[in-house]
């Protein structure tokens, strides 16, 4: 009889020991299972950007008092600059479905070909500091006189397109592309990329005007 008795208590005590180490298993299930679902909820998601739909291209003639002309997209607008001094004329081809802006710079030449070259270095190379790399292309379209080079920088720099023109005697135009917000690689490359497109149509269109031959104004001179 106090045998039985002693096997019904042990009985009993094991039972409870079951049930409690059940109920513990229990609870650490849950509590994974809650943990599970609050990571997903406060996990923050990946880094999403609006698609962008883009015009299609088409392009017009820009033609004014400078020296040049070239064709630039009927969704952009040149407008006039500041000039900081006599010798240097400033355009700005804007973009403002983009928010972007392709500054131009002209300057006549004076013998003074190389400090331009220098300079236009200078202006292409200080965005290194944020660039992961530069890479250059070279321009020259002999029969037109025109030459020149293109800076394309990578990374997250401020102006991530520049470039110079030049016929290397008595003109010289720089642009440098900068787009008005904090430089972002991921979310201003499909616009970059499209406006790049622009770019290099400006480039390939572009022209010296031709200047009055000598020989032939002072031809006309003796005729009157």
């Not at 094991?14 to 180490?21: C, F, G, W």
């Not at 023109?165 to 642009?175: A, I, N, P, V, Y």
């Not at 430089?183 to 200047?211: C, G, R």
Request: glycine share 4%; charged share 25%; aromatic share 14%.
């Amino acid at each position: 009889m106090k045998k039985n008795k002693t096997l019904s208590i042990s009985y009993q005590l094991l039972r409870k020991v079951i049930t409690a180490s059940f109920l513990i298993l229990l609870s650490c299930v849950l509590f994974v299972s809650c943990g599970g679902d609050d990571d997903d909820t406060i996990a923050p998601k990946p880094r999403a950007y609006f698609r962008l739909t883009f015009p299609e291209k088409k392009y017009v003639k820009y033609d004014s008092i400078f020296p040049f002309t070239f064709e630039i997209p009927v969704y952009s607008k040149m407008e006039k600059g500041k000039s900081f001094n006599a010798e240097t004329s400033w355009l700005n081809l804007n973009f403002p479905t983009f928010n972007g802006t392709l500054n131009l710079t002209y300057k006549e030449l004076n013998g003074d070909l190389k400090e331009n070259l220098e300079e236009t270095y200078q202006y292409a190379s200080k965005h290194q500091i944020k660039a992961s790399g530069i890479s250059q292309q070279a321009i020259a379209k002999d029969s037109s006189k025109v030459y020149g080079l293109i800076y394309e920088i990578e990374g997250n720099a401020a102006s991530s397109f520049q470039f110079f023109l030049t016929d290397s005697t008595k003109h010289f135009l720089r642009g440098a592309l900068y787009f008005n917000a904090v430089p972002n690689t991921d979310s201003i490359a499909p616009v970059l990329k499209f406006i790049q497109k622009d770019i290099y149509h400006m480039i390939e269109t572009f022209e010296w005007k031709k200047e009055p031959n000598p020989t032939t104004l002072s031809s006309q001179k003796k005729k009157k």
